[in-house]
Antibody
Framework: EVQLVESGGGLVQPGGSLRLSCAAS????????MNWVRQSPGKGLEWISF????????YYADSVKGRFTISRDNTKNSLYLQMNNLGAEDTAIYYC??????????WGQGTLVTVSS | QSALTQPASVSGSPGQSITISCTGT?????????VAWYQQHPGKVPKLMIF???NRPSGVSPRFSGSKSGYTASLTISGLQAEDEADYYC???????????FGGGTKLTVL
């Protein structure tokens, strides 16, 4: 069974940083493209980042470019999202998703990031 | 404002068919056959229903179908059931600097 488990969310002050993790199991992680998608409270979905299976290709939404960095460790079956200079607009549930950038077939349960003073 | 435009809400009675539209531009839906649809029940994780315009993942009911014409993609649900009541989101690749865009979501109410 495919499982994706996000962690690392929490309350952070404006301008602060957080590192999200996504632990993968039940599939060949090193052969899978991965994404981060977020959802602000009561709002819609927003794709924010993609990384291919070898970490050769990385893409970001304009809204996070220059502040967020996606990475992965295939030896640990883990995906990461380093988030810097956080603002209130970054408050959201962050999901990791398995699949090409265009669609994600498997999603984690999400981790909540709240940016507030 | 979302890059793709969806109606805020649609409704239908059990057994009926409904269609949710998703309108984009020449830079996204009009340029690529990479439209996806997701279903999200309140408090739950999004579920992929359609990918690459009209393909269903394994396990998704054939009552769900997708299509595209010009700059508009559509999700059709036939034989509406109470369990179909949820929010639906479309997404597409885009040639802009943001690789993927979503629609704002459509709330489906089964009357």
């Amino acid at each position: 069974e495919v499982q994706l488990v996000e962690s690392g969310g929490g309350l952070v002050q404006p301008g602060g940083s957080l590192r999200l993790s996504c632990a993968a199991s039940g599939f060949i992680f090193s052969g899978s493209d991965m994404n981060w998608v977020r959802q602000s409270p009561g709002k819609g979905l927003e794709w924010i980042s993609f990384i291919d299976e070898n970490a050769d290709k990385k893409y970001y939404a304009d809204s996070v470019k220059g502040r967020f960095t996606i990475s992965r460790d295939n030896t640990k079956n883990s995906l990461y999202l380093q988030m810097n200079n956080l603002g209130a607009e970054d408050t959201a549930i962050y999901y990791c998703g398995r699949g090409p950038a265009g669609w994600q077939e498997h999603w984690g349960q999400g981790t909540l990031v709240t940016v507030s003073s | 404002q979302s890059a793709l435009t969806q109606p805020a809400s649609v409704s239908g009675s059990p057994g009926q068919s409904i269609t949710i539209s998703c309108t984009g531009t020449s830079r996204d839906i009009g340029a690529y056959n990479y439209v996806a649809w997701y279903q999200q029940h309140p408090g739950k994780v999004p579920k992929l229903m359609i990918f690459d315009v009209s393909n269903r993942p394994s396990g998704v009911s054939p009552r769900f179908s997708g299509s595209k014409s010009g700059y508009t993609a559509s999700l059709t649900i036939s034989g509406l059931q109470a369990e179909d009541e949820a929010d639906y989101y479309c997404s597409s690749y885009t040639s802009t600097s943001t690789l993927v865009v979503f629609g704002g979501g459509t709330k489906l109410t089964v009357l």
